[in-house]
Structure formats: structure tokens, C-alpha cells
């Protein structure tokens, strides 16, 4: 393609969004930067800017369908199309907590409000934000959407009692919120299959976030990686699947 390609990463002011957005920019492409805090969205651009990207903010939350809806006019008024669509912003709902310590997911005594408000932002923002983005998507020549994950969200390596989770605390909210995510990314693949839309999920690895405390043992930008791999798909590449770094994850 001739014309520069525009992507749009949620929650692009830290960790990984941010890492995702700063590579898209490294490779050429104009980022929208997608934040809650318009200042922290701001920076965020700057920063890229500064460093020889091409970048430029919007508010968005994904909570917020009035936000979502605005930010496709911004995106529709300045470029007309969108190519990419990141849709990275999670909670966990237990805070900056290391997960060893996200007591407060146990099943038996989980609060359903934190549940809700879990699936709120890592599901039904997933779908508020792609649905109002998703005529724009239509207008690229090569649309890719690519939803954030997790390991933990496999159901195969979840329900592995000698797996790498077993050490921790059963997670109500988060886990069954990335599970869901990933059964409306393959919805999402089947429906626009045959429009030529790319949408995948991806685990990043355990990289070091304020969801996580910073334990993680992966870098943002590490993380980011297998996420802008998954964005610039060539044309024959795949869709409804689900991917880490070393490729195909059991669902």
C-alpha cells in the first residue's frame, strides 16, 4: 500500500498498549492513541511524536460507548478509515495486585460487582469499541483487529492441575472475562471472513504491568511484539485464532 496505514490501540498510555502503539509508529504506520485520561493521552502521542512517530490522541473509554462512538468520528473526520484495531485496555478487577495475591478472584466468595465491572471493560468494551469502529475497518484494504488476551484465558491450561497456574488463586472475574473475550474474537473472525478482516487473540506472556505489580518477567515491548505481528498480517494469514509468540495457543 501506498497510503500510510492507521491503527488505533485502546488504552495505548502504558504498558503494553503503549509498546504496541510505539512499534505500529516505528513501522510507519499514523497511531491513534486511545486513552481515559485525555492528558495521559496527550503525553502518550507526544512522546511518540518526539521519537519520529506519527501519533495523535483521542479519549476513549471503553466503558463509555459515547466515547467509542466519538472517537470513530475523530478517527472517520481526520483519516477516513481505519486498518488496524487494537483493542488492548483490560482490567483484572483486583488492582495492582501480583497474582499470587488476587484472593479476591476466588469463585466461593468473588463479589459479583467486580465481576461485572471485569467483563464490562474486557468484553463488552471489546465489542462497543469494535462496533463503532467496525464501519471504518470496512473502508481499508486490509483490516486487521487484534484482541488482547492471556494464557490464562485457555481452558486447556487452566483446568491443568499440574499446569503453570495451578499455584494460583482460581480467578473468577479475570480469567472467564479473557475466555469470553476469546469466543467473541472468533464470532467477530466468522462474521467478516468473508469481508477480508483479520481478527485474532493474542497472550503477550506474563509482562510486567501495573496489573500484575510489575512481576511479570517479559518486557511491554516483548509483550507487544507478538500483538503488532498479529496486526500487520499478510492478506493469507489467519483469523480466529488464538496466538502467543510461539504461535497457535489450545483454546
Sequence with gaps: ??????????????????????????????????????????????????????????????????????????VEERFGRLDVLVNNAGITGSG?????????QVPSSVDLVMVRAVFETNVLGVIAVTNALLPLLR????????????????????????????????????????????AVTVQYANELRKDGVLVNAVAPGYVATDINDHRGFLTPAQGAAAVVRLATLPSDGPTGGFFDADGPVPW
Design 139 to 182: 473502508r481499508s484494504p486490509a483490516p486487521r483487529i487484534v484482541n488482547l488476551s492471556s494464557h490464562a484465558a485457555s481452558l486447556t491450561i487452566s483446568a491443568d492441575p499440574d499446569g503453570p497456574l495451578a499455584a494460583l488463586p482460581a480467578s473468577a472475574a479475570y480469567t472467564p472475562s479473557k475466555a469470553a473475550l476469546n
Design 1 to 74: 500500500m501506498s497510503e500510510q496505514r492507521i491503527a488505533l490501540v485502546t488504552g495505548a498510555n502504558k504498558g503494553i498498549g503503549r509498546a504496541t502503539a510505539e512499534q505500529l509508529a516505528a513501522l510507519g504506520m499514523t497511531v491513534v492513541v486511545g486513552a481515559r485520561e485525555p492528558r495521559r493521552g496527550e503525553e502518550t502521542a507526544a512522546a511518540l511524536r518526539a521519537a519520529g512517530g506519527d501519533a495523535h490522541p483521542v479519549t476513549l473509554d471503553v466503558t463509555d460507548q459515547e466515547t467509542a462512538r466519538a472517537a470513530a468520528e475523530r
Design 96 to 104: 495492582q495486585v501480583a497474582p499470587q495475591d488476587a484472593v479476591d
